[in-house]
């Protein structure tokens, strides 16, 4: 039976950027042509794993002319999409670079508010489209007003159809949804710390408390992102920290997603835990190298993996 990738985003983005030549107030500013990509967890992990040369089915919300503009932007990269309609406008968010300092500044506005109905219709989508094995990836906040115990719901038909969960998100979605059958988790130092109920945590309370989440959770992997240190892989069965190569950092926009679309590939060519996280890790940091919203180069991913199984 072939596995399949399905990613779900509940608040996609239209990311706008254009550059100017200093910033001040009360004056007109000229700027750039405005460059469109299309954003949100799980279509920069769509978006990722095709340039990583595998496919997957992006499922996302959209509403509205800035809807449209999402799909449009979506169908020149040639990704399979399912579109669930929704009566609100998609965000669009706007990021100007000031070509004088290379200081870039980023305009981020909420999502629109998605309706009962349009709730429920996500979940139909799911039931109908999952199968057995698959890997869906739920990544990204969630819009407003959405019930924050959504992803829940999404684990429950995960967990009934034998498909493999895998969740990014952060804040309260993410404390609820800790609890629900998860195959693998991705947080960072500081969801984790949430999710143990920390203040923070130091280098050494860092594999017991990743011990302790798992003993208490139904979660297969985890994966802590240490950021540009790397990561920490915990199973029952094995820790194994997995450092980061360090490169000239431009921008740290997508990193996590092209970390998710790395270990995807690595679960999708039948590789152990260690080689999906560095992977991913190579995945992570080839897309910082890039400026803007670019995601990670496969050929910088590649030369970074050869990199870390080497040390």
């Not at 039976?1 to 779900?8: E, G, N, Q, V």
């Not at 004056?27 to 042509?33: F, I, Y």
């Not at 991705?186 to 302790?212: D, F, H, Q, R, Y």
Request: proline share 4%; net charge neutral; glycine share 10%.
């Amino acid at each position: 039976m072939h596995k399949r990738i399905i990613t779900l985003t509940l608040n996609p983005v239209i990311d706008k950027s254009v550059t100017v030549a200093g910033i001040s107030p009360n004056t007109k500013l000229r700027c750039s042509a405005p460059k469109y990509d299309a954003g949100g967890g799980g279509i920069n992990v769509s978006r990722a794993l095709k340039k990583l040369g595998s496919d997957s089915l992006c499922i996302y919300l959209a509403g509205g002319s800035t809807g449209e503009h999402l799909k449009q932007v979506l169908d020149q990269t040639g990704i399979e999409q399912m579109v669930i309609p929704i009566k609100g406008w998609t965000r669009d968010n706007l990021a100007v670079t000031d070509t004088t300092t290379n200081q870039q500044y980023r305009f981020g506005v909420p999502g629109p508010q998605v309706e009962k109905e349009e709730c429920e219709t996500v979940l139909k989508r799911l039931e109908e489209y999952l199968g057995e094995n698959d890997y869906l990836v739920a990544s990204g906040k969630l819009p407003p007003r959405m019930p924050e115990d959504f992803y829940v719901k999404v684990a429950v038909i995960a967990e009934k159809k034998g498909a493999r969960f895998i969740l990014d998100t952060s804040g309260e979605a993410l404390l609820k949804t800790a609890n629900s059958h998860i195959y693998m988790l991705k947080p960072n130092l500081g969801e984790l710390s949430a999710l143990c109920g920390v203040e923070s945590i130091s280098a050494l309370k860092l594999e017991t408390l990743a011990k302790n989440f798992l003993a208490e959770h139904d979660c297969e992997v985890l994966v802590v992102s240490l950021g540009p240190k790397g990561a920490l892989l915990a199973t029952k069965f094995e820790m194994e920290y997995i450092p980061a190569p360090t490169v000239l950092q431009k921008s740290t926009i997508g990193a996590g997603d092209s970390m998710v679309a790395g270990m995807l590939v690595s679960l999708l060519k039948g590789k152990s835990f260690s080689d999906m996280v560095k992977y991913g890790i190579a995945c992570g940091t080839a897309a910082t190298m890039h400026e803007g919203t670019q995601l990670c180069n496969k050929e910088d991913a590649d030369r970074l993996y050869e990199w870390i199984k080497r040390q």
